[in-house]
């Protein structure tokens, strides 16, 4: 008889992963479908931002290793010249300060403005690009600090369908609360599946763009010495 009752648990404790969903509570199927959504949109930024700022870093380094072998470190803009990374995008902030100057700076103090609307230019192209590089990482951090606590409410939900069942069947045998055990132990793991790699990405991430703000600070740096110096070059001339 004990081989019997235990067959019949055994037999009752058989159930694949789509069963289990399709005879899930509604409410544990929305959470499912929440943590889903929320893991699938967490990659595909995950994915995008992974490669976005690969390029981002690359362009830059490029850009930098040809301003200071001189390639491209002339304040006179042409055609077409910048605006494809964000060390560029910096630098033709300064540049077009230079330009509209009209090259020749006729006074000490003029020279010391046009530096100091520089630097508020490339200051403000910096706040730009570190915007620009940041975008989708507060999705990670909603995914990352949201997710568990929907997988916990899942669980709860599900533990409490448990009991519900236990009160109902006046029975406490493992095929009374299989069901809901296990949809409340699957909201849990699809929560954590869901938050840890965005917290992951996102720390890395948020890395990464500190990196690159650190990177276009110190360019912009090295660009207004060597405008201040072109614009002292012009009053002496």
């Given at each position: 008889?004990?081989?019997?009752?235990?067959?019949?648990?055994?037999?009752?404790?058989e159930?694949?992963?789509?069963?289990?969903?399709?005879?899930?509570?509604?409410?544990?199927?929305?959470?499912?479908?929440?943590?889903l959504?929320?893991?699938?949109?967490?990659?595909?930024?995950?994915?995008e931002?992974?490669?976005s700022?690969?390029?981002?870093?690359?362009?830059?380094r490029?850009?930098?290793?040809?301003?200071?072998?001189?390639?491209?470190?002339e304040?006179?803009?042409?055609?077409?010249?910048?605006?494809?990374?964000p060390?560029?995008?910096?630098?033709?902030?300064?540049?077009?300060?230079?330009?509209?100057a009209?090259?020749?700076?006729?006074?000490?103090?003029?020279?010391?403005a046009?530096?100091?609307?520089?630097?508020?230019?490339?200051?403000?192209?910096?706040?730009?690009?570190?915007?620009?590089?940041?975008?989708?990482?507060?999705?990670?951090?909603?995914?990352?600090?949201?997710?568990?606590?929907?997988?916990?409410?899942?669980?709860?939900?599900?533990?409490?369908?448990?009991?519900?069942?236990?009160?109902?069947?006046?029975?406490?045998?493992?095929?009374?609360?299989?069901?809901?055990?296990?949809?409340?132990?699957?909201?849990?793991?699809l929560?954590?599946?869901?938050?840890?790699?965005?917290?992951?990405?996102?720390?890395?991430?948020?890395s990464?763009?500190?990196?690159?703000?650190?990177?276009?600070?110190?360019?912009?740096?090295?660009?207004?010495?060597r405008?201040?110096?072109?614009?002292?070059?012009?009053?002496?001339?």
């Amino acid at each position: 008889m004990e081989n019997d009752a235990i067959g019949t648990i055994d037999r009752s404790a058989e159930f694949s992963l789509f069963s289990l969903l399709g005879e899930a509570d509604i409410v544990v199927k929305i959470v499912l479908l929440i943590l889903l959504i929320s893991s699938v949109w967490s990659w595909v930024v995950i994915g995008e931002k992974f490669f976005s700022l690969s390029a981002l870093k690359k362009a830059s380094r490029d850009f930098e290793d040809a301003f200071w072998s001189g390639r491209a470190g002339e304040f006179d803009l042409r055609p077409g010249q910048g605006g494809k990374d964000p060390a560029s995008r910096v630098f033709v902030s300064a540049a077009r300060e230079w330009q509209d100057a009209g090259k020749n700076v006729p006074t000490p103090s003029e020279a010391s403005a046009l530096v100091n609307r520089a630097e508020r230019s490339m200051r403000a192209a910096v706040d730009r690009e570190v915007s620009r590089a940041s975008n989708g990482l507060s999705i990670l951090a909603s995914i990352g600090s949201a997710s568990p606590f929907i997988g916990l409410f899942g669980t709860v939900w599900g533990i409490m369908n448990a009991f519900l069942n236990i009160a109902e069947a006046q029975d406490t045998s493992l095929g009374t609360v299989a069901g809901p055990i296990a949809e409340a132990l699957f909201a849990t793991g699809l929560g954590l599946v869901a938050a840890i790699p965005a917290v992951i990405f996102y720390n890395k991430f948020t890395s990464d763009v500190t990196k690159l703000a650190d990177q276009l600070d110190t360019f912009s740096q090295d660009v207004l010495v060597r405008l201040s110096r072109r614009a002292s070059d012009a009053t002496r001339d």
